[in-house]
């Protein structure tokens, strides 16, 4: 339409001109006009083939033709479709969580356990307090002394924790009473009134403050702080301050770690050596360690890489007497097959602080009248492997072998009627730590069994060889200590769990100063290896209510841990455990 109108226009001016210019001329001739229409292309319709190609092909085989028919028949049908109903999905009540758990048991030999704990969180969870009190005790005796052989543990802790975005701090109180009895004396060396006349009782007392402290995004990474102060009824005294801040910098693609400690020990002993005839009076001891430990963290792939080294200097301020020590931290672990074989070892040393703390809690029949000094843990390597052999079953072997300077090992005081000390602890009823130069080759081995959810099991096992500078035995060492652990949840209410553990022989060095000529004569005695078995089975009633029996040298063996103080026998022990919102 626009395109006619476009030519209707066009002829209508070419014919205004022409008028115009035959007004001007009279003849201006005859002119023909021819209009052309634009060309406008088409596209025929496609078609398809009607006939397809022949094949002579003598392989093409003639298809057969197959007439198909369906027989229809009737069938009677009661099935009728019940309604579609969606199944529900039975739903697991959460636990209910009790801030509260108190447990009290009693058993033979008048023993007696009782178990408080209580925990509180403020302003949603950023602050916790704590409280806990754990007290066992036993006032049973035993025939093979004559003596009292009742004890008491009683511990009082209280702690407090907040955290922040950025960081968390805490801070713990402790306070303890031990009550032990020096009862292991050989009775057929003392008259019946030197017996009754001896005070055999000793007690142990422990405060103690420590405090800790995290950050995130800091060179500062944490910090622990110790405070301790442990005396006994012999007025011995000791003092502990271990401060222990650790520093995190980030070079490249590795990370520097630096680990510093001030580590002080000091305190006094109101009597003298019992090696001596007469008491001479008070055993003072004081030192400081001040060290640094700057080690390199290298990760590559399957490779993990500690590179260290602990620098120390020991400081004996009692003797005016300071050494410097540079020892090995150096660590590694390789996982060869994924978690299924993991290889790793290193090689370690440490100037180790002794304190009359450490000793008690590993033998508590030691005399108030020891030496302290610290130990030259010269090096120890160490090669292993570790991984799971199946889904369920772990392993870990390792072997090792370390040099010890001044390394503490316990003997027996020897007997000595001579001194008259107030505490009935020279009667060869005590121990002195003797310190020798030990060389130790040790191999450890373990399989650890989760059988299912609720079973597990675990076997381990050491063995020891030591080379002592002095060509003695290792004293109360043994060469060979194992243990089997159990723990089964045998139904929603009920459980129980296991454990037996082996101690080999021990050799200890028994002696006794002759009152005639206070010359010492010695004895050396080998300590029988022994089994201990111990269960436990309980019943609980629901979330909150729970009995429990306890059963403890199951088979009734009144072994020697130490030489001369034997053990209870068998014991056993029922209590009851409720939780509660305190």
């Known amino acids: 339409m626009q395109k006619r109108t476009y030519y209707?226009?066009?002829?209508?001016?070419?014919?205004?001109?022409?008028?115009?210019?035959?007004?001007?001329?009279?003849?201006?001739?005859?002119?023909?006009v021819t209009v052309v229409k634009p060309y406008s292309p088409t596209v025929s319709d496609a078609f398809k083939i009607k006939s397809s190609p022949s094949l002579n092909d003598s392989i093409v085989l003639q298809k057969k033709k197959i007439n198909y028919s369906i027989f229809s028949v009737p069938v009677a049908s009661t099935f009728t479709p019940a309604k579609g109903k969606a199944s529900g999905v039975e739903k697991t009540p959460p636990?209910?969580?009790?801030?509260?758990?108190?447990?009290?048991?009693?058993?033979?030999?008048?023993?007696?356990?009782?178990?408080?704990?209580?925990?509180?969180?403020?302003?949603?969870?950023?602050?916790?307090?704590?409280?806990?009190?754990?007290?066992?005790?036993?006032?049973?005796d035993l025939d093979s002394t004559p003596l009292d052989t009742e004890f008491y543990d009683t511990k009082l802790n209280a702690s407090y924790a907040k955290k922040d975005r950025y960081m968390?701090?805490?801070?713990?109180?402790?306070?303890?009473?031990?009550?032990?009895?020096?009862?292991?004396?050989?009775?057929?060396?003392?008259?019946?009134?030197?017996?009754?006349?001896?005070?055999?009782?000793?007690?142990?007392?422990?405060?103690?403050?420590?405090?800790?402290?995290?950050?995130?995004?800091?060179?500062?990474?944490?910090?622990?702080?110790?405070?301790?102060?442990?005396?006994?009824?012999?007025?011995?005294?000791?003092?502990?301050?271990?401060?222990?801040?650790?520093f995190e910098l980030p070079i490249t693609q590795e990370l520097l770690t630096i680990g510093a400690k001030v580590d002080y020990v000091g305190g006094s002993f109101e009597n003298g050596s019992i090696t001596e005839t007469t008491n001479e009076g008070e055993i003072n001891y004081s030192h400081l360690q001040a060290g640094v430990t700057?080690?390199?963290?290298?990760?590559?792939?399957?490779?993990?890489?500690?590179?260290?080294?602990?620098?120390?200097?020991?400081l004996d301020m009692e003797n005016s007497e300071n050494n410097f020590y540079i020892y090995p931290a150096v660590t590694a672990s390789y996982r060869v097959l994924d978690e299924n074989v993991i290889a790793y070892g290193g090689i370690e040393g440490e100037l180790a602080q002794n304190s009359y703390h450490d000793f008690v809690n590993e033998n508590p029949f030691v005399s108030p009248t020891l030496d302290i000094t610290p130990t030259d843990r010269q090096y120890e390597g160490y090669l292993g492997l570790k991984g799971q052999l199946t889904s369920n079953v772990g392993y870990n072997i390792k072997g090792s072998y370390m040099a010890e300077n001044r390394k503490p090992l316990f003997i027996h005081n020897p007997?000595?009627?001579?001194?008259?000390?107030?505490?009935?602890?020279?009667?060869?009823?005590?121990?002195?730590?003797?310190?020798?130069?030990?060389?130790?080759?040790?191999?450890?081995?373990?399989?650890?069994v989760d059988v299912n959810r609720n079973f597990s099991l675990g076997v381990n096992a050491e063995f020891y060889d030591y080379d002592t500078e002095t060509d003695n035995p290792a004293w109360n060492l043994p060469s060979i200590k194992g243990s089997v652990f159990m723990d089964y949840q045998i139904s929603e209410q009920w459980y129980m769990g296991a454990n037996l553990f082996y101690v080999g022989e021990r050799e200890d060095l028994l002696s006794q100063i002759d009152p005639l000529n206070s010359q010492l004569q010695f004895d050396q005695v080998t300590l029988d290896g022994f089994f201990d078995a111990n269960a436990h089975v309980g019943y609980r009633f629901n979330d909150q209510l729970s009995i429990f029996v306890k059963a403890s040298n199951i088979a009734n063996n009144n072994y020697q841990r130490w030489a001369n103080f034997r053990v209870q026998g068998f014991q056993a022990l029922a209590g009851v455990s409720y939780k509660f919102d305190f």
């Not at 209707?8 to 023909?32: H, M, P, R, Y």
């Not at 925990?119 to 409280?131: A, K, P, Q, V, W």
């Not at 700057?294 to 020991?314: E, F, H, K, Q, W």
Request: proline share 1%; hydrophobic share 35%.
């Open 168 to 246: 968390d701090w805490g801070a713990d109180i402790g306070l303890q009473h031990q009550l032990y009895n020096w009862y292991g004396i050989q009775s057929e060396f003392f008259t019946e009134d030197e017996i009754n006349a001896m005070d055999e009782q000793q007690n142990y007392f422990n405060a103690e403050v420590k405090a800790h402290f995290n950050m995130e995004d800091s060179y500062f990474k944490s910090g622990n702080v110790l405070l301790r102060r442990f005396w006994d009824a012999t007025e011995s005294a000791e003092n502990r301050a271990v401060i222990n801040p650790i």
């Open 95 to 140: 636990p209910t969580l009790y801030n509260s758990y108190a447990s009290v048991g009693l058993g033979n030999y008048n023993n007696a356990l009782v178990d408080f704990y209580t925990s509180r969180e403020f302003n949603r969870g950023e602050d916790l307090l704590d409280f806990g009190l754990t007290h066992n005790s036993s006032r049973g």
């Open 415 to 448: 007997i000595n009627t001579l001194r008259d000390d107030e505490k009935s602890y020279t009667f060869g009823n005590s121990f002195q730590v003797f310190y020798d130069d030990v060389k130790t080759l040790g191999v450890f081995g373990e399989i650890n």
């Open 294 to 314: 700057p080690s390199l963290l290298v990760l590559r792939d399957d490779l993990t890489l500690n590179l260290g080294a602990n620098i120390v200097y020991g």
């Open 8 to 32: 209707i226009f066009s002829l209508v001016v070419l014919s205004l001109c022409g008028v115009g210019i035959a007004q001007e001329k009279d003849n201006i001739g005859t002119e023909t």
